[in-house]
């Protein structure tokens, strides 16, 4: 199995709490190649237009406030197609998503202080990818 992670750091619109989001998802090794080529599938109709050739996919960028924004204006966004098609992928081959939320500012760096013991935000989140 391979899980793929990723952070991020927010700010609570309201009160100004900063927060921190862990998040993963579980690929079968044997599945990996497939999903790696589909994915590139999904996101090839969008190269120039909404990514660069090495660009990353961001979901700040494709769900931004620009994004809601330009399909408020146009009816239309490339970057809100291609997350409702990267989902709509996700859903259709049943991919696990798993997240945490952490509001602990000491823990926000997500880096784990005793190289044998991960810090209680990875071990909340591999709890949940076990279960």
């Known amino acids: 199995m391979l899980i793929f992670l990723d952070e991020s750091f927010r700010s609570h619109r309201r009160t100004g709490n900063r927060f921190g989001v862990l998040a993963g998802i579980a690929i079968p090794e044997d599945r990996f190649h497939f999903v790696q080529r589909d994915i590139f599938a999904v996101t090839q109709p969008y190269h120039g237009v909404v990514l660069g050739p090495d660009d ?22 490339y970057q809100w197609n291609l997350a409702t098609e990267l989902l709509q992928y996700a859903v259709r081959k049943d991919m696990k998503v798993f997240g945490v939320v952490c509001f602990r500012p000491d823990l926000h760096s997500f880096v784990c202080g005793n190289e044998l013991q991960l810090d209680s935000t990875f071990r909340d989140l591999f709890d949940r990818i076990d279960t």
């Not at 990353?56 to 966004?77: D, H, V």
């Open 56 to 77: 990353e996919i961001k979901g700040r960028e494709l769900l931004g406030s620009a994004t809601f924004k330009t399909l408020a204006l146009k009816g239309y966004s």
